[in-house]
């Protein structure tokens, strides 16, 4: 939460400082392709429904930790207030522990994933420095390797969910610029793995929320 309220506040004080500096106009008609690199909190607001033998656990839940990672994103304007974007990220890594009547299992394992999304933007105040915008896509929880803790044979399916994006560009010339961004995505996966119990290893699985919040500050450059 620490790590979440400090870039809430970094992104917040961003934004008031580049609504600050007032809008002066831009010409970006010919500039139609944006590059956008930035480092990213991501704030996982998970739910777990865990069933071990076939029966569910009462009371049982997972708890995910939460990253700081870099994305990369392409965006191509067909007009000055609409694009659409491509996002892309470094693999990041979490841990999973057990929650509510499972918090005595502790760490369960470790899950690497990556996050890509496609997103459609409006763009609003589109020739002045400061320009927010509103978009919506899909995003795609793409799991790369997955390692066991107290569980073992720890497998989490990839998945489809959806994605709102929110943010503001600043310009600093006519190709360079900042930009603070939040998204928040609904993401639900599987998971399956073997429970260790007083009568030997028994199978088990969940159904797990991940519904993710993402804090965002980079810089950006168009062609």
Known sequence: MELQRTVATILTATALALVAQGSHAQDFSDRKVELKAGLTGVFFDEAAT????????????????DNVTAIFEVGYFFRPEVSVWLGLGLPAT???SGAGSLEAFGHLGDVTYGAPSLTLRYHFNTD???SPYLGA???????????DGALSDVSVDSGWGTMLVAGIDYAIDDRWGAFAEVKKSWL???????????????SGGSKLTLDPVTLTLGVSYRF
Do not use: H, K, N
């Open 50 to 65: 865990v069933s071990i033998g076939g029966a569910e656990v009462p009371g049982g839940d997972a708890r995910i930790d």
């Open 94 to 96: 979490t841990s999973l």
């Open 128 to 130: 002045g420095r400061v």
């Open 137 to 147: 896509g899909a995003v795609y929880g793409l799991i790369l390797d997955e390692e």
């Open 188 to 202: 639900e996966t599987d998971t399956r793995f073997t429970a260790p119990t007083g009568g030997g290893p028994v």
